[in-house]
């Protein structure tokens, strides 16, 4: 019997998020994902976040993410607001991510 792999920690995990866009960036594919985050306290409100990846990810690299980005009242909404982010601003949000 083989031992269960442990779980991976959340910043290394991928995404499972909609995956929006595909950016280049200082010589590297980066994948973009809208990820929601559940707030109890606003139960009408649809929170997303990004989730940056690189395509060429190794296995201990870590999917970068924003705090929320977007709140809106539906998830359609949400995904739209998303969707409409243009490629500068996405790189703008991963250039705020990286160190």
Do not use: C, N
Request: hydrophobic share 35%; charged share 30%; aromatic share 8%.
């Amino acid at each position: 019997m083989t031992p269960e792999p442990p779980d991976l920690a959340p910043d290394t995990r991928p995404s499972s998020g909609q995956h929006l866009a595909t950016i280049s960036h200082e010589g590297r594919f980066w994948d973009i994902y809208l990820e929601f985050d559940q707030d109890l306290r606003r139960p009408g409100a649809y929170r997303g976040s990004l989730a940056f990846s690189p395509a060429d990810r190794g296995p201990e690299e870590k999917v970068l993410r924003t705090a929320v980005v977007i709140i809106e009242a539906s998830y359609e909404e949400t995904v739209r607001r998303a969707r409409g982010l243009e490629d500068h601003q996405l790189v703008a949000f991963l250039r705020s991510l990286l160190p």
